[in-house]
């Protein structure tokens, strides 16, 4: 799920990331920015959902994945967009 909300002052948007996948003990954002090396931990609550907020610019666009556990990747459905990627998978997109 993504949540997001424009915050006026800083002129960019705060993103929540919620995912909750079946019994996962790691859930780790990638792609933003185009960055697909550095992985963002989302926090574990106590309903087994996964989540993190992220400040991103207005007016952008950005692939992203999920991957659970450092083996498994899931898209978000709730995505603005999905986007073939070139590994033969599929990447979500956020649009801002």
Known sequence: ???????????????????KPDHAETVELLGLNSDWETP?????????????????????????????????WLIDEDADLQQPNEFGSTNSVIVL
């Open 1 to 19: 799920m993504l949540q997001k909300t424009f915050v006026k002052s800083k002129g960019a948007y705060k993103v929540k990331f919620t995912l």
């Open 40 to 72: 963002i931990p989302l926090s574990k609550k106590k309903d087994g959902s996964f989540s993190t907020e992220v400040a991103l610019p207005k007016d952008t666009k950005h692939e992203f994945k999920y991957r659970v556990d450092n083996t498994k």
